[in-house]
């Protein structure tokens, strides 16, 4: 124990984002889980005809439950950040938008700018196990099949954030059923333990869009009745599935602390491993299987089982893996516990429901809240314990309220466990981070200061101006930080988009007020700066601000979604009078253009002109000649020729 290598080992958790049942980031996941809230509801009627499917007993051809942890708003995306006409939108997968979505966040939470991490060989690793999307437009026949589902494959779901980000490292997609996140995060560590990739990113996603699975574990009696998961109670009988998309941004610790991070927390090791022969057949836990990783982990991360604070338990809620699970950690993390320190375990599933081959990573971000706020959550449904776990002999507490974590003279250490049916297990041991290293002497905060903010369009602009304004004001989040450290992020540590605004004020409330509507401070020397700003140019902050500010946390991204979903369409030329050019021009143009621009420039190239073929014929109800689509080269000459079919219809 106690390597003296582990420091230099450690990974650090820079950024996180998620987008989980009753929380879209890891603020609002923290609310639900200090308010020991069940975020699991109603199955929607878009997912399955849970009316015609259920059954409360565990028949053939029926679910077990009405209801789960379920993510709102699937279907919305921002097309025209990731430079997607609206056909392309409807056509991908949903589980790689949300994704894309969700990246972009958690590298904005890590205050990592994705202009500056192009071409780097940074690592991506995702963990999935469904394919849902491709899979229901498999089903609507041959005729519906098109080149276009290549895209929905799922290597594409690592590949599609690697070419975004043009990420050079390793992308790769984890499937080892309900493990692969917390085996993608291992992964990360080890690419970025052995100097393969400067950063990572580690992720989980999945989308439960069709019944079938939920048909499969109900007939093997693994699907919870009521749809709750009841970790470590007598009731206990099985899960509940949920959605989930999450993503960490990983860094070397000494990378880390070198660039200036926020440091959310400190993966000290991991270990992954497979039950082997140790059980009576592959779909059955092993004990050994699980004390074997958990001893592998503390070991790498040079920690004494007896010093854990917490696990982030697996915690399905399944009347055999969880007395299996809990005997597991009371081997390994009881022995040598003093006896006034239990160790604590609980479940994020039992809050927002067990999100498959994501579950790990829900896991994984509540126990970096959990040591960020130094509390521990309830864990929920627990009514009586569990009569197969020797609760008498195990040093274990499952929390019934929220409480502190305790105090000692060391930072907090708490795990996170993930098991798959796949009998590959994951552990990852993290540690508390050490309080931000603060100079001896900071600037004095009189400012002025200028803050710089961007966006992709005027709307997004507008509610990114007005977010600021909120975290500025008082009560606002800004309001724990110098002025200097926000405006400085914002200036160094954010993409700078097309769509500017620059303000320049000595306080928050002036800068509140400057960014809705307010008189600005014309003529101050800062105010060139913000002039050349809005123009276009990436002043020298470093000549701005002098000595180097510390990295804050800020206002995300503000989406501009709509709803993309197949066989849904928004009206068109046959009902609110817009011409076919109009209709092709919004489904299919992926950026601003007027009648001089290029169709290619617009993005739409050879494999768009094929799929507009199809869909005006199928509108003009006659024939077009895609060797005459072929010849149009501008958006004026498209106008023109889409004119002539209209009136050939007419």
Not at 318 to 338: F, K, N, Q, T
Request: aromatic fraction near 6%; charge should be negative; hydrophobic fraction near 40%.
């Amino acid at each position: 124990m106690n390597r003296s290598d582990v420091d230099t080992r450690s990974v650090a958790v820079i950024g996180m984002a998620c987008r989980l049942p009753g929380a879209s980031a890891p603020d609002e996941l923290w609310a639900l889980l200090r308010d020991a809230v069940d975020a699991t509801g109603e199955t929607p009627r878009d997912r399955y005809d849970v009316d015609a499917l259920h059954s409360p007993a565990p028949r053939q051809g029926t679910i077990a439950a009405r209801r789960g942890g379920y993510l709102e708003h699937v279907a919305d995306f921002d097309a025209e950040f990731f430079g997607m006409s609206a056909t392309e939108a409807t056509e991908l997968d949903p589980q790689q938008r949300l994704l894309l979505m969700t990246a972009w966040d958690a590298l904005e939470d890590a205050g990592q700018r994705p202009d500056r991490l192009a071409g780097s060989r940074s690592a991506v690793f995702v963990g999935n196990t469904r394919a849902d999307h491709l899979e229901l437009a498999l089903r609507r026949g041959p005729q519906a099949v098109t080149a276009a589902q290549l895209n929905n494959f799922r290597s594409l779901l690592a590949a599609r954030l690697s070419h975004f980000f043009d990420l050079r490292g390793p992308s790769v997609v984890v499937d080892t059923a309900c493990s692969s996140s917390l085996v993608a995060v291992h992964q990360a560590v080890q690419s970025l333990r052995a100097g393969e990739s400067p950063l990572a990113l580690a992720a989980g996603v999945n989308l439960a869009l069709r019944p079938d699975e939920g048909l499969v574990l109900t007939h093997a009696g693994a699907m919870a009745g009521d749809g709750r998961s009841k970790f470590g109670d007598a009731s206990a009988d099985g899960y509940s599935p949920s959605d989930a998309v999450a993503v960490v941004v990983l860094k070397r610790l000494t990378d880390a602390l070198a660039d200036g991070d926020r440091i959310r927390a400190v993966i000290r090791g991991s270990a992954v491993g497979n039950d082997g022969r140790t059980s009576d057949s592959v779909l059955n836990p092993s004990l050994q299987g699980q004390v074997d990783v958990l001893r592998w982990a503390y070991e790498d991360a040079g920690v004494d089982p007896a010093e854990v604070d917490y696990v982030e338990a697996h915690g399905a809620g399944s009347p055999a893996l969880d007395p299996l699970e809990l005997r597991a950690l009371g081997e390994v993390c009881g022995a040598g516990r003093p006896a006034d320190r239990p160790l604590l375990v609980g479940s994020v599933k039992t809050n927002v429901g067990h999100a498959e081959a994501a579950g790990g990573m829900a896991g994984l971000i509540k126990a970096v809240l959990c040591l960020e706020h130094g509390q521990i959550p309830a864990s929920l449904h627990v009514d009586t314990p569990n009569p197969k776990v020797p609760w008498d002999r195990l040093p274990l507490v499952l929390p019934a309220k929220l409480q502190d974590l305790p105090t000692l003279d060391r930072p907090a250490v708490v795990g996170v466990s993930g098991q798959g049916s796949s009998a590959l297990n994951a552990h990852i041991v993290l540690r508390q981070a050490d309080a931000p290293r603060v100079p001896a002497v900071r600037p004095a905060d009189g400012g002025p200061y200028v803050l710089a903010i961007s966006a992709h369009s005027e709307a997004a602009l507008a509610d990114l101006a007005a977010a600021y304004a909120r975290y500025l004001r008082p009560g606002g989040a800004g309001e724990a930080y110098p002025l200097r450290d926000i405006c400085y992020s914002a200036a160094t540590r954010r993409t700078h988009h097309p769509h500017r605004r620059a303000v320049v004020g000595r306080t928050h409330e002036e800068l509140a007020a400057a960014l809705t509507g307010a008189p600005g401070m014309a003529g101050h020397p800062l105010s060139a700066v913000a002039d050349r700003y809005c123009a276009g140019e990436e002043p020298a902050w470093t000549a701005v601000f002098g000595e180097p500010g510390r990295y804050v946390p800020l206002p995300g991204y503000p989406w501009q979604t709509r709803r993309y979903w197949p066989g849904e369409e928004p009206p068109t030329a046959d009902g609110d009078g817009e011409d076919l050019a109009g209709w092709v021009l919004r489904e299919h143009a992926r950026t601003a253009f007027d009648d001089g621009s290029a169709l290619t420039d617009i993005g739409i190239d050879s494999l768009a002109k094929l799929r507009i073929v199809v869909e005006l014929a199928k509108r003009c109800r006659q024939e077009v000649d895609p060797e005459e689509l072929g010849r149009l080269r501008t958006v004026g000459e498209l106008r023109q020729w889409t004119r002539t079919l209209q009136a050939a219809v007419r």
